[in-house]
């Protein structure tokens, strides 16, 4: 992916537009900035892919220069360090993607490469301050809980559950913490993993320089990771609390991977049944509605050791060369 390769004006203005615009649908309302934060690096790393290194940091800095000039406006000024980490993922999701990888290497460098970005930023918003990481983290996540608090009453939570989550944030937001290395790596993981897809939706098959990931939806863990899996577990029983959160932090991120196995197998019925695409896409929302469902999903996928739902004869193949 050589840069300015298929440069073109109009798509390099409509690429400048289009992120803008999804940038400030973010803070929009609770409800259309979580969706569209989810999916906010797409439009950059679409366009980095398709025009290349130079034309695609460019119209990132030129969307973000847009975005500064908006929010001092409207006084959101203190949200910019959240939207450059948005568009930074939509530069470092192309820049794996063209080594080639398999699907697990390239979603975890990727990971990786955001995750070293945010503690950057966080190290030095830090001092700036004068505040710990860890105050920093607090506040965060006494904000989110806020903003989630808000996003339920958006979308017309009965308000008497309303009062029980105000009053049992101060529990949540203290358990958060405690293992916020564990949600930090799954969400991030998760972040990019949706990008991912999104970028193999637009390319695979279309362009000739894109990896090739395979049959996603025959996509599985290693069977040793169930050891992994009962270790943590263990520590969970064991009389000593710094344990139990380590085994706590451990168990959300090996459940997380198999949560990964779970949507896996669920894609490979919903093919299998020949399931529509507007039922899929009201599966996907309900789980996002209702997120009692990921534990399902992730008891799926580890339970596949065992039940083996897709009935794979063999291993899949790792695609990591």
Excluded at 35 to 60: N, T
Excluded at 61 to 84: H, R, T
Excluded at 131 to 142: E, F, K, Q, T
Excluded at 205 to 218: E, K, Q, S, T, V
Aim: proline share 5%; with cysteine.
């Amino acid at each position: 992916m050589d840069a300015g390769r298929n440069f073109n004006v109009k798509e390099f203005v409509l690429g400048v537009g289009i992120t803008t615009g999804f940038f400030l649908l973010v803070v929009v309302s609770p409800i259309v900035g979580f969706v569209f934060s989810l999916i906010a690096p797409l439009p950059i790393a679409y366009f980095y892919w398709k025009m290349g290194r130079i034309p695609g940091i460019a119209l990132f800095a030129l969307s973000f220069g847009l975005l500064v000039a908006v929010f001092q406006i409207g006084g959101f000024v203190e949200s910019l360090p959240f939207f450059l980490v948005l568009g930074s993922a939509g530069i470092i999701i192309p820049e794996v993607l063209k080594r080639r990888y398999g699907i697990e290497k390239t979603v975890g460098l990727s990971a990786a490469g955001l995750a070293a970005l945010i503690l950057a930023i966080l190290a030095w918003y830090g001092q700036v301050l004068e505040r710990s990481i860890l105050d920093i983290v607090r506040a965060y996540v006494g904000d989110s809980i806020k903003y989630s608090i808000a996003l339920y009453e958006e979308i017309g939570l009965p308000q008497d559950q309303i009062d029980a989550l105000r009053e049992s944030a101060p529990e949540v937001a203290g358990w958060i913490v405690n293992h916020a290395a564990a949600l930090f790596l799954t969400s991030t993981t998760f972040f990019i993993w949706l990008n991912v897809l999104g970028m193999r939706l637009f390319f695979q098959g279309r362009d000739p320089a894109f990896p090739d990931f395979g049959d996603l939806a025959c996509w599985k863990m290693p069977d040793w990771v169930v050891w992994l899996v009962i270790a943590v577990g263990a520590m969970m029983i064991v009389p000593e609390e710094i344990v139990q959160i380590i085994g706590l932090n451990g168990l959300i991120i090996l459940l997380f991977l198999y949560l990964l196995q779970g949507m896996s197998i669920v894609q490979f019925f919903f093919r299998k049944k020949n399931i529509p695409r507007y039922l899929r896409a009201l599966f996907y929302a309900l789980i996002i509605l209702y997120q009692y469902l990921l534990v399902f999903i992730s008891a799926l996928g580890l339970f596949d050791i065992w039940v083996d739902f897709r009935k794979m004869n063999s291993p899949v193949k790792d695609t990591t060369p």
